[in-house]
């Protein structure tokens, strides 16, 4: 029978029992407020239709307000967090394993600025399980560190509702200047995805965007026959055109990050492999850039 809800809803806007009402709204959520009240309202889907219901107990009448719905008592319901475009789930790029997708986005905020961008999109869904600690919506989470909002979840698909408040919360930052952004597999570590400007991060979120990924390209480092930490360094040098003797940790820290490889594979002698990999070198290319993933093989 859902295909008669489906068409009530769109010929009527509302279908009214004993209980109360039904009303069709046009996403996943909506904010409901009303005296001392003001949360996020997780709708249901219609089957057979693209538009939603939203359930309110105990009232048998409401009107149209705009694009959604307002009732006595001063109750409203409307639209919350709508991004102004048709959206993708930002882990589109993902080809998907165990997990966890993780997106990051890179804007000059300490973690108070976060805060205050945050608590002025509520409300969002997301909640806290301790005072300093990841925000949470089911198997979903909001990380905030100094220059970094990161969205991560688990192999499972996300519901309508997340996508949705997702959408939002990012569509939120495209007016800004300095962002940039990266979507990484957390299972195989692997980066998914790219980006350096606003532009190219509105363009990964919108339904009829292109599924252009970014400059994703990686580099490779031969040095099977070397033991020394110098001469290795100077080999990873020399696979970038620069000179014998520099400071490859420095360069890397100090070169852009567009003009670099996302990851590079160092091929190195198997009896190196006990101590090198907690080597003074390693470690410095891992930090110079956390950007850029590296990989030692000892395999020669």
Same mark, same amino acid.
């Given at each position: 029978?859902?295909?008669?809800?489906?068409?009530?809803? #769109?010929?009527?806007?509302?279908?009214?029992?004993?209980?109360?009402?039904?009303?069709?709204?046009?996403?996943?959520?909506?904010?409901?407020?009303?005296?001392?009240?003001?949360?996020?309202?997780?709708?249901?889907?219609?089957?057979?239709?693209?538009?939603?219901? @939203?359930?309110?107990?105990?009232?048998?009448?409401?009107?149209?307000?705009?694009?959604?719905?307002?009732?006595?008592?001063?109750?409203?319901?409307?639209?919350?967090?709508?991004?102004?475009?048709?959206?993708?789930?930002?882990?589109?790029?993902?080809?998907?394993?165990?997990?966890?997708?993780?997106?990051?986005?890179?804007?000059?905020?300490?973690?108070?600025?976060?805060?205050?961008?945050?608590?002025?999109?509520?409300?969002?869904?997301?909640?806290?399980?301790?005072?300093?600690?990841?925000?949470?919506?089911?198997?979903?989470?909001?990380?905030?560190?100094?220059?970094?909002?990161?969205?991560?979840?688990?192999?499972?698909?996300?519901?309508?509702?997340?996508?949705?408040?997702? @959408?939002?919360?990012?569509?939120?930052?495209?007016?800004?200047?300095?962002?940039?952004?990266?979507?990484?597999?957390?299972?195989?570590?692997?980066?998914?995805?790219?980006?350096?400007?606003?532009?190219?991060?509105?363009?990964?979120?919108?339904?009829?965007?292109?599924?252009?990924?970014?400059?994703?390209?990686?580099?490779?480092?031969?040095?099977?026959?070397?033991?020394?930490?110098?001469?290795?360094?100077?080999?990873?040098?020399?696979?970038?055109?620069?000179?014998?003797?520099?400071?490859?940790?420095?360069?890397?820290?100090?070169?852009?990050?567009?003009?670099?490889? #996302?990851?590079?594979?160092?091929?190195?002698?198997?009896?190196?492999?006990?101590?090198?990999?907690?080597?003074?070198?390693?470690?410095?290319?891992?930090? @110079?850039?956390?950007?850029?993933?590296?990989?030692?093989?000892?395999?020669?």
């Amino acid at each position: 029978m859902h295909y008669l809800e489906a068409n009530a809803l #769109r010929r009527h806007g509302q279908l009214r029992d004993d209980g109360g009402l039904t009303l069709r709204v046009e996403g996943p959520v909506m904010r409901l407020q009303g005296p001392g009240e003001d949360r996020l309202l997780v709708t249901d889907p219609v089957r057979g239709a693209r538009f939603y219901k @939203a359930r309110i107990e105990g009232i048998t009448e409401a009107r149209m307000a705009g694009r959604g719905w307002e009732w006595d008592g001063g109750y409203t319901l409307r639209p919350h967090l709508s991004c102004g475009y048709r959206p993708r789930d930002w882990a589109w790029a993902w080809t998907r394993t165990m997990g966890p997708v993780i997106l990051n986005i890179y804007l000059p905020r300490t973690v108070a600025e976060w805060e205050e961008w945050l608590a002025g999109m509520a409300p969002h869904g997301y909640v806290r399980d301790t005072e300093k600690g990841p925000y949470k919506w089911g198997q979903c989470w909001l990380s905030l560190t100094p220059g970094c909002l990161q969205l991560s979840r688990g192999f499972h698909l996300p519901p309508d509702a997340v996508v949705w408040v997702d @959408a939002g919360l990012l569509g939120s930052l495209l007016g800004e200047e300095h962002l940039s952004w990266d979507l990484l597999d957390g299972d195989y570590i692997n980066w998914s995805a790219t980006g350096h400007t606003t532009a190219s991060l509105a363009n990964y979120l919108r339904a009829d965007g292109s599924e252009e990924r970014g400059d994703l390209r990686e580099h490779t480092v031969e040095a099977r026959t070397l033991r020394e930490e110098p001469a290795i360094a100077d080999a990873i040098a020399a696979s970038f055109a620069l000179p014998a003797g520099t400071d490859i940790v420095a360069w890397m820290r100090e070169t852009p990050l567009p003009a670099l490889p #996302r990851r590079v594979t160092v091929n190195l002698p198997r009896d190196l492999l006990p101590t090198h990999d907690s080597s003074v070198l390693v470690g410095g290319l891992r930090n @110079a850039n956390r950007r850029i993933l590296w990989s030692f093989y000892y395999c020669g």
